[in-house]
Structures are given as C-alpha cells and as structure tokens.
C-alpha cells in the first residue's frame, strides 16, 4: 500500500502553542484525510517555521515548568519553560505535539515526520 504523504507549511509566528500543537497532531495523523483509519500511520509531513515566534497565554512563559524522570530514586528533574524556548524554541513545539498524539506504537514514527526549518538569523 502506497501511502500519499502531502507536505505542510506552517508558520507559527503569533500562533498559541496549544491550539497550533493541535493543529499539527492532526495532520501528522492524517486525520482529515478521506481513508483516515486509527491504527495507520497515513499522516502528511509537516515544516514550521518561524517556530522562534511562538506565542503562550497568560503567565506561563515565566510559571511552566518540564518534568522529567531519570527513573532513579529521587530523580525528578524540573526544566523551566523560558530556559528550554531560549535554547531550542522547536523542542517547545515538539514536546506539545508529542503529548497530543496518541499514546501507541504510532506516536514515535508520527513524530518524526514533524520539522523545522532552520532560524532566519538578522544580519548586521
């Protein structure tokens, strides 16, 4: 079966992170296509640019904290939001997507299809 994969532009300058995370977990899905089955991977390839321009409501830039676990005991790691968004802005926008997609076998291989392109730097 030969899969038609379609390739997405988005741009994410003055987009909520929420509500464009949604956005592009449904096409990685493929979600609005006419053969849409749940367990296939027949979602689309989706390029954000302008992942730098992100914008969140409310107070989170300064309050939203990551948490991991490095699976020893009292191992829980914090990240805050602002530290991450300045090193890598696209590591905000992957981490959303991947929390909306479902949580199989499916997810890892839909995410991969996610990308970024490369920061447009300001010449001086």
């Known amino acids: 079966m030969n899969i038609e ?50 914008i969140v409501t409310g107070k989170k830039f300064d309050d939203k904290i990551y948490y991991h676990h490095t699976s020893y005991m009292g191992g829980l790691k914090k990240t805050p939001y602002k530290k991450i968004f300045k090193r890598d802005p696209g590591e905000v926008v992957r981490r959303a997507v991947y929390g909306m997609l479902p949580k199989n076998k499916l997810r890892d291989v839909q995410i991969k299809r996610l990308k970024f392109a490369p920061l447009e730097r300001i010449k001086k």
Do not use: Q, W
């Open 5 to 54: 994969r379609e390739i997405h532009k988005i741009d994410a300058a003055n987009k909520v992170l929420g509500r464009l995370a949604v956005e592009i977990a449904g096409l990685l899905r493929g979600k609005s296509k006419l053969d849409f089955m749940p367990n296939k991977d027949g979602g689309d390839i989706v390029i954000i640019k302008n992942a730098d321009k992100i």
